[in-house]
């Protein structure tokens, strides 16, 4: 976590990580009921992980389309 927040500028982080890092934890609260917080925090990460990959593909292919355009 010191790493990630050391390695991308706080405009960055607020902007493109705070919203997937905050979906990601109501999805956890929501529905992650697994009895541990071990696994309910690593199905926490895997999911931030896997929303941001979604978001960075999609805005990869958005910023495509609008320069094929």
Same mark, same amino acid.
């Given at each position: ?12 982080? $607020? ?10 934890? %109501?999805?956890?609260? =929501?529905?992650? @009921?697994?009895? #541990? ?7 926490? $990460? ?10 960075? %593909?999609?805005?990869? =292919?958005?910023? @495509?389309?609008? #320069?094929?355009?």
């Amino acid at each position: 976590m010191y790493s990630l927040i050391q390695s991308i500028p706080i405009r960055q982080l $607020l902007l493109e990580q705070l919203p997937v890092a905050s979906a990601s934890l %109501l999805i956890a609260e =929501l529905f992650y @009921k697994l009895g #541990s917080f071990m696994l309910e925090c690593v199905a926490f $990460l895997a999911t931030w992980y896997v929303l941001d990959a979604g978001v960075n %593909l999609a805005s990869g =292919l958005w910023r @495509k389309s609008r #320069s094929d355009g």
